[in-house]
């Protein structure tokens, strides 16, 4: 079963930077598209954003601006960039991944998850 792992969550204070990085061991990240997804609970989760395999991206609207996909294909990773961080951003955060750039946009349609990284934004 291809497992994706997601790291480099953590606490920071409102306006402050991180970078989350998205890995996997058994599928190719560059030849996918690749969606970044938040839930915090008692909500669904969401797409926050993606990279088609061709490079091009999209965001949700409250991010544009603020967070940016990237792709490093030597690494075999994705990372999400994201910087000028709001309490409201606070969650955790997961990636994955499909042939098919659409079904990102149909989180519940991936049959399993990886562990996600706790993002975590204080006023």
């Known amino acids: 079963q291809v497992q994706l792992v997601e790291s480099g969550g953590g606490l920071v204070q409102a306006g402050g930077s991180l970078r989350l990085s998205c890995t996997a061991s058994?599928?190719?990240?560059?030849?996918?598209?690749i969606g970044w997804y938040r839930q915090v609970p008692g909500k669904q989760r969401e797409l926050v954003a993606l990279?088609?395999?061709?490079?091009?991206?999209n965001a949700k609207d409250s991010v544009k601006g603020r967070f940016t996909i990237s792709r490093d294909n030597a690494k075999n990773t994705v990372y999400l960039h994201m910087s000028a961080l709001k309490p409201e951003d606070t969650a955790v955060y997961y990636c994955?991944?499909?042939?098919?750039?659409?079904?990102?946009?149909?989180?519940?349609?991936?049959?399993?998850w990886g562990q996600g990284t706790q993002v975590t934004v204080a006023s």
């Open positions: 994955n991944y499909d042939a098919h750039t659409p079904n990102l946009w149909n989180p519940s349609g991936f049959g399993s």
């Open positions: 058994t599928v190719s990240l560059s030849t996918n598209a």
């Open positions: 990279i088609s395999p061709g490079g091009s991206t």
